[in-house]
Nanobody, 122 residues
Framework: QVQLVESGGGLVQPGGSLRLSCAAS????????WAWYRQAPGKQRELVAA???????NYADSVKGRFTISRDSAKNMVYLQMNSLKPEDTAAYYC????????????????WGQGTQVTVSS
């Protein structure tokens, strides 16, 4: 059993910064690829950033240059540093682990965090 728990959301002013964290816990041994998604009310969920097991990253064009995804594989955590925030960044942010290796040696897939709200407003 693996759980993802997010933290770090909140209310910030335009131009501000926020750092989101997501930790895998339970029967986790390692996470393969991590990703952050976001979903605003009435809109579809979109990929914000992803990082592979090898450390390769990719970003949505809308956040490129402003957001940075990173991981601490030893701690089974992923982070999203968000700078120069804009009102259009307002959304619920979700972390995702596409594939995990459990301590039993089994692979499991597609875990999601509960979401953390980011609101950018003056």
């Amino acid at each position: 059993q693996v759980q993802l728990v997010e933290s770090g959301g909140g209310l910030v002013q335009p131009g501000g910064s926020l750092r989101l964290s997501c930790a895998a816990s339970g029967s986790i041994f390692s996470v393969y690829n991590w990703a952050w998604y976001r979903q605003a009310p009435g809109k579809q969920r979109e990929l914000v950033a992803a990082i592979t097991l090898s450390g390769t990253t990719n970003y949505a064009d809308s956040v490129k240059g402003r957001f940075t995804i990173s991981r601490d594989s030893a701690k089974n955590m992923v982070y999203l540093q968000m700078n120069s925030l804009k009102p259009e960044d307002t959304a619920a942010y979700y972390c995702n682990a596409d594939k995990v290796l459990t301590v039993t040696g089994r692979y499991e897939y597609d875990y999601w965090g509960q979401g953390t709200q980011v609101t950018v407003s003056s």
